[in-house]
């Protein structure tokens, strides 16, 4: 029996980048796991069956879009007919843009906040009840050091994962007393294709070379002048699923370089 065996996960954004490794640490530690995201049809069943034969798990996806709420709600729904219960919620999904506040498209504000902000509310809406229910629950938000500091240029990002913040809070206090945990994981920059996207517009909102940007600007930030893995985000993950983590709950936890301990 490995931890997570007999569990079940869903993943939102989890077809790249940090979510893929999130998916694939909670299969590895025995979670039946729910999928989601955007992407190539046939990659994404090469992703869904990989899982299943590696890790002898359950895995299945769903394809909502985190802008709508009813798609939403089917798709914890669905992860909890098709395994039987729905015992992890991560939420990872996540856009960004950069621009000067003056210049920032208001479309790019609404579509950040409701993908990076409100679709965690509607899962964990969702998702409560079925916890509840198998009295034993984990929720983790994959948030960011732009959770506890801010940056110029990315006014909606910034205001979505300080919202993070809070929620998370929120739903810790109310769900104290049913063995049901809220944390959220808050990285500094991860090399993924979302960071490589940020480095050409960082580069062109502030005239700087792209090499200046990763060296000026994203791993100046970091004492460590590491990016964080996505695999090491994938490990927290767990561990916040592991018994060892049964009475944390309400954190923000920097996995930052030390960015944030500045």
């Not at 409701?114 to 965690?120: H, M, Q």
């Amino acid at each position: 029996m490995t931890l997570l065996s007999n569990k079940a996960a869903a993943v939102t954004g989890s077809t790249s980048g940090i979510g893929q490794a999130i998916a694939e640490a909670l299969a590895k530690s025995g979670a039946n796991v729910m999928l989601n995201g955007m992407g190539d049809a046939a990659k994404i069943e090469a992703q869904r069956a990989d899982l299943e034969k590696r890790f002898g798990i359950k895995a299945a996806y769903h394809p909502a879009d985190m802008t709508k709420p009813a798609e939403i709600a089917d798709m914890i729904a669905k992860t909890a007919s098709t395994f039987g219960r729905i015992d992890v919620l991560v939420n990872n999904a996540g856009i960004q843009h950069v621009s000067p506040i003056e210049d920032f498209p208001p479309e790019k504000w609404d579509a950040i906040i409701a993908i990076d902000l409100s679709s965690s509310f509607h899962t964990i809406r969702a998702a409560i009840p079925f916890m509840k229910k198998q009295g034993w629950g984990r929720i983790i938000q994959i948030a960011s050091a732009h959770a506890l500091v801010a940056s110029p240029f990315k006014a909606a990002y910034v205001a979505a994962k300080h919202g993070i913040a809070g929620l998370t809070k929120t739903v810790a206090l109310e769900m104290a007393e049913h063995k049901i945990t809220c944390n959220a994981i808050c990285p500094g920059y991860v090399w993924t294709p979302l960071v490589a996207g940020q480095i050409a517009d960082t580069a062109k909102a502030r005239h700087m070379t792209e090499d200046q940007v990763k060296s000026d600007v994203i791993l100046a930030a970091q004492p460590t002048h590491q990016f964080t893995t996505v695999e090491q985000i994938g490990d927290a993950t767990v561990f916040l699923c592991s018994p060892a983590a049964d009475n944390i709950t309400g954190t923000t936890l920097p996995m930052d370089g030390g960015w944030t301990a500045k």
